[in-house]
Each structure stands twice: as C-alpha cells, then as structure tokens.
Nanobody, 112 residues
Framework: QVQLVESGGDLVQAGGSLKLSCTAS????????MAWYRQAPGQQRDLVAS???????NYADSVKGRFTISRDNAKKMVYLQMNSLKPEDTAVYYC??????WGQGTQVTVSP
C-alpha cells in the first residue's frame, strides 16, 4: 500500500516562497514518477509539476520559472520549491504517484 504525506503548506505573502515536501512509504520510490497537483476551491485538480524516475521534469505553464520539483530517492521524498508566489497559487497541493495514489493535501494560501 502506497502512502503519501505532504507537509509545508502555509500562509505567505505574494512574492514569497514555500517548499512543500512529500514523504512516500510502501513503495519502491526510486522507480516511480512523482507529481504535485493543486486544487483551488470550486476548481478541478490540475497538474503542477512531475518528475520521472530518471529525473525528467514537467511543469504547468503557469508555474514555469517559479516552481521547481525535485526528489531524494534515498529519503523517499519529493519536493516542490515555490518562488515568486502569487495569490492565484492559492490551493490545496497534493502529492501523487500514478495511477491513483494521493496524499491528504497541504494548504497553500498566498495573500495579496
């Protein structure tokens, strides 16, 4: 059973930075693609960034140049460094590994 636990969400002012962390257990982490999604109130859950087992990354256009996804296979952790945060980044951020494993989410709120 794959378990994902996110942490690091907080209230931050626009222009600020946050680093989200996700700890994985119950899986051979190094072979898995990992991803971050986010869901704002009343919106669908959208992909923010993903990283493959080989380290290839992919980003939503809205976060390119501001967010960085990374992983530490030894610690079974994936990170999302978020810089230059905007109010529209406000959402619950979820850690994911395909096909349908999700964490409980962590709230990120960016004030104007």
């Amino acid at each position: 059973q794959v378990q994902l636990v996110e942490s690091g969400g907080d209230l931050v002012q626009a222009g600020g930075s946050l680093k989200l962390s996700c700890t994985a257990s119950g899986t051979r982490f190094s072979s898995r693609t990992m991803a971050w999604y986010r869901q704002a109130p009343g919106q669908q859950r959208d992909l923010v960034a993903s990283i493959t087992s080989s380290g290839s990354t992919n980003y939503a256009d809205s976060v390119k140049g501001r967010f960085t996804i990374s992983r530490d296979n030894a610690k079974k952790m994936v990170y999302l460094q978020m810089n230059s945060l905007k109010p529209e980044d406000t959402a619950v951020y979820y850690c994911n590994t395909p096909p349908l494993y999700w964490g409980q989410g962590t709230q990120v709120t960016v004030s104007p």
